[in-house]
C-alpha cells in the first residue's frame, strides 16, 4: 500500500486543519492507521492512531497533548483517514506524517504508540502554527 499525507499549511494559534492520508491498495481496511509527528530536532512522537475498518468497531487513540483538541477518523470506501486538528497551538508546529499496517485483530497493535510499529508511511505534510 501507498500512503499519501495531505491537508497541511501555515496557519494562526486557535484555527483548525484537516489532515488527510490517502491510501492506494484494496485492503487498507484491514489496516491500523496512526499519524507521527516530528518537529525539527525532536524525535518523531505518536499523535493518534484508529483501528482497522471493514465494518468493524473502531478503537481510537490520541496522545495526551492533543486530547480534545484532534480527532482521528477513516473513511474506507474512500481509503482514507483523517486527523481533525482544532484548537491549534503553536507547539503542534511540525511534519505529520500517517503510517499503517495491518493488524487484521480487533483493537489497535499493541505497538500502536510506536513509529516501528508501521511498515507504511506517507511523506509528511507540513503544519505550521503562529502565535
Known amino acids: 500500500v501507498q500512503l499519501q499525507a495531505s491537508g497541511g499549511g501555515l496557519v494562526q494559534a486557535g484555527s483548525s486543519l484537516r489532515l488527510s492520508c490517502a491510501a492506494s491498495g484494496r485492503t487498507f481496511s484491514s489496516y491500523a492507521v496512526a499519524w507521527f509527528r516530528q518537529a525539527p530536532g525532536k524525535e518523531r512522537d505518536f499523535v493518534a492512531a484508529?483501528?482497522?475498518?471493514?465494518?468493524?468497531?473502531?478503537?481510537?487513540a490520541v496522545a495526551d497533548s492533543v486530547k480534545g483538541r484532534f480527532t482521528i477518523s477513516r473513511d474506507d470506501a474512500k481509503n482514507t483517514v483523517y486527523l481533525q486538528m482544532n484548537s491549534l497551538k503553536p507547539e503542534d508546529t511540525a511534519t505529520y506524517y500517517c503510517?499503517?499496517?495491518?493488524?487484521?485483530?480487533?483493537?489497535?497493535?499493541?505497538?500502536?504508540?510506536?513509529?516501528?510499529?508501521?511498515?507504511?508511511w506517507g511523506q509528511g505534510t507540513q503544519v505550521t502554527v503562529s502565535s
Open positions: 503510517a499503517g499496517d495491518v493488524y487484521p485483530n480487533d483493537g489497535l497493535p499493541p505497538s500502536y504508540k510506536v513509529s516501528i510499529g508501521y511498515e507504511y
Open positions: 484508529i483501528s482497522r475498518g471493514a465494518g468493524r468497531t473502531y478503537y481510537t
